[in-house]
């Protein structure tokens, strides 16, 4: 087997991430499980989470957000998080317009 470069690994983890994500969408009640497994495994090639991946989870505890465990807020060209789990806010820039 051909050893890969890190980039075509941490590529190749990123499709895993993205369909565990989807995953966790069509099952909400297991979020939190796919959320830890789905760190562990971008974690061990090093994978910076882009942030419309990093949006979908409580960066405090992980727990993954649905319908009522989070609420979203605008502040200041902010998206304000709050997780009802651990009580914490995460703060996100707006994305960037494209075009
Ligand atoms: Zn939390």
Redesign the pocket.
């Known amino acids: 087997m051909p050893k890969l470069s890190k980039l075509e690994k941490q590529n190749r983890i990123l499709k895993q991430v993205e369909e565990l994500f989807s995953k966790a969408k069509d099952n909400p009640t297991k979020g939190n499980f796919y959320v830890h497994k789905l760190r562990k495994i971008a974690m061990k090639v090093n994978l910076r989470l882009p942030h419309y991946l990093k949006q979908k989870?409580?960066?405090?505890?992980?727990?993954y957000f649905y319908k009522e465990?989070?609420r979203v807020r605008t502040r200041n060209k902010f998206m304000v998080y709050y997780?009802?789990?651990?009580?914490?806010y995460?703060k996100y820039g707006l994305k960037p317009k494209s075009s």
């Open positions: 989870f409580c960066k405090h505890c992980y727990s465990n989070y997780c009802n789990n651990c009580k914490k995460s």
